[in-house]
């Protein structure tokens, strides 16, 4: 098997030239020959002044080289697509495929053993997952670590949970602009992720109990020693990986670590992002993803987590409570001990290696839980056939069962003309409807299914009401808020036929979500429907038209068809 320099040698007719080439070439940088025999370790740079969240992305560098240095391997940087959430536009969902595909392709492009694969931004993560589980290549995932808290006012603050909540006051008329203009410098105290359980941490835990990541490596802040000691042992992990050539990500991404990362999904309080990104990794992998044995998860785990949006702490204050592994000791009924690690071991190994930390309220037991339930319920009923995902650790247990009549905006563009007219006919039981903002109408899927109580009813202290689209929602955010409906309208979907005043009907311990229409007007609606031409707003060109062609549905992880490992669908389709 050809390693190091010799791998994958460009194409000039003759292998002999080629690796002359490349190697005069590469001595322009002043390596040695005894550094170009080395295994040779990628490590991904993702550094970018428009990625806040990867702001210590050079000094993890510089440990990860470390560390691949200390066990005789070559650190060689590389630079892909990096996504700072609130820097992309229209939205970082559209560009998670884009990054996959970057990352794995100059993965496979240029010669290396293994790979260290660096990010923590929302999409970051699961975009590198999907590229290593498809390259195949050994690997090590770092993540960047969340940020630590703020404070204001005496208050502890922490992004991004807490700049809904100062937000929504600000709407409210609580808090006036002088404050809020302040508040703005204190709730990202340092770089690094989201510090509350949101999209990032959820990703940060889901790739740690997939066994991708080292045994604490999810929680600890950006900017302590710990996360350097951690980019330092991934580094040599790595090298070591690349000696031995296993394990690859197909021997880590199997039907069983699926599984325990769906259970501590459940148990986090994780993101509904969360769900959609492991489906895709899964895709990837060539693993079926059952929502079903997901949804019974939910009802058998109950959060354990007591970490913001869900509960009051934050990442931080995980990471001293023991980390991941602690909280995997609570789940041990639950996960698959045996499931092989990066380290070398295995999950069960990583929890019998859990610090014990007394008088902690971060980690809850089986007997006190944060929830009686999981983070997540999939809905399923006559607007949502493919299903759709409800975050109700999160959600306002009053609504939990709820009948409303329907106020419809059509696009994103509507409710953000409409959502706060003084004239808007809404009351507070009312349900808000957002659609077109899925994966083809937006695109992208942009997180915007936390729809913003209409100004006139937060005045007059309404603080949440059922909502429900086929958008996305930031992992960062609470509500009773009903997402990633599928099929989405913009493909058809009974969304599209919602009309203001229908009544629907959500009823999360059954798992419903129905539009309370009788059959025969159900149906002359959708026969209608069908003979509307489709609502799409996006340039038949480049990367749009390839995001436009081919990404899937929530259900399915929203990749491209052509990038699932084989071709089938992730979710197999159930009657409901
Ligand atoms: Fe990057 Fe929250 S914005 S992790």
Redesign the pocket.
């Known amino acids: 098997m050809t390693t190091g320099l010799r791998k994958g040698l460009t194409s000039y007719g003759d292998a002999g030239f080629s690796l002359f080439l490349r190697k005069a070439f590469i001595k322009a940088m002043g390596y040695s020959d005894d550094a170009l025999d080395r295994p040779i370790i990628g490590i991904t740079n993702t550094f970018s002044d428009y990625?806040?969240?990867?702001g210590n992305v050079p000094d993890l560098i510089e440990s990860v080289k470390r560390g691949v240095m200390l066990a005789g391997g070559l650190p060689m940087v590389f630079p892909t697509i990096s996504i700072?959430?609130?820097f992309a536009h229209p939205t970082s969902m559209f560009l998670r495929n884009l990054m996959a595909m970057d990352t794995e392709e100059m993965i496979n492009a240029q010669p290396m053993d293994s790979v260290v694969l660096i990010g923590?931004?929302?999409k970051t993560l699961p975009a590198q997952v999907m590229a290593a589980a498809s390259a195949d290549l050994p690997a090590v995932v770092l993540q960047t670590g969340?940020m630590v808290v703020g404070n204001h006012k005496g208050e502890v603050l922490g992004?991004?949970t807490d700049c809904r909540r100062m937000w929504a006051q600000h709407r409210a008329g609580n808090i006036d602009l002088v404050e809020i203009e302040t508040i703005s410098g204190r709730l990202c105290p340092s770089v690094?992720?989201?510090s509350v359980m949101?999209?990032?941490?959820t990703m940060a835990c889901i790739v740690e109990a997939l066994g991708l990541a080292l045994p604490m490596s999810a929680a600890a802040p950006a900017t302590l020693a710990d996360r350097r000691r951690i980019a330092e042992a991934s580094g040599k992990r790595a090298a070591e990986i690349a000696v031995a050539g296993t394990p690859k990500p197909s021997d880590l991404i199997t039907a069983a670590s699926i599984r325990n990362a769906m259970v501590v999904l459940q148990a986090i309080g994780g993101s509904t992002n969360g769900l959609i990104h492991l489906i895709a990794i899964a895709g990837r992998a060539g693993v079926s993803f059952d929502l079903d044995a997901f949804d019974q998860l939910g009802r058998d785990i109950p959060v354990l987590l007591n970490l913001k949006p869900s509960g009051a702490h934050y990442m931080e204050h995980l990471h001293h409570a023991g980390g991941l592994p602690a909280l995997m000791r609570e789940l041990t009924a639950f996960l698959d001990l045996d499931a092989p690690n990066i380290s070398g071991g295995t999950l069960g190994d990583a929890i019998a290696a859990a610090e014990s930390v007394p008088d902690q309220d971060v980690i809850r037991s089986f007997t006190s839980p944060l929830k009686p339930e999981g983070a997540m319920a999939i809905l399923h009923g006559n607007l949502a056939p493919l299903g759709a995902v409800i975050k109700h650790s999160a959600a306002s247990p009053h609504l939990m069962r709820h009948t409303g009549r329907a106020v419809v905006f059509d696009s994103i563009e509507d409710l953000t003309k409409r959502i706060d007219d003084p004239g808007l006919d809404v009351a507070p039981d009312d349900i808000l409807v957002l659609r077109n903002a899925g994966p083809k109408g937006a695109p992208g899927m942009p997180e915007a299914g936390y729809l913003p109580i209409p100004m006139k009813l937060a005045r007059q202290g309404v603080k949440d009401m059922v909502r429900i689209s086929d958008a996305r929602m930031?992992g960062?955010a609470f509500g009773t808020v009903v997402l990633h409906i599928a099929p989405e309208a913009a493909v058809g979907g009974p969304l599209a036929i919602v009309q203001n005043g229908d009544r629907i009907l959500l009823d999360v311990d059954t798992r419903r979500l129905e539009l309370l229409l009788d059959h025969s007007e159900l149906q002359q609606r959708l026969a209608a429907l069908k003979q509307s031409s489709p609502r799409r707003g996006i340039p038949q060109r480049g990367y749009s038209k390839l995001f436009e062609d081919c990404v899937l549905q929530a259900d399915q992880g929203c990749d491209f068809d052509f990038l699932l490992r084989d071709g089938a669908p992730v979710t197999p389709k159930k009657d409901k």
């Open positions: 990625n806040p969240c990867h700072g959430e609130s923590g931004c929302d969340p992004a991004c690094g992720t989201c949101g999209t990032a941490s930031s960062t």
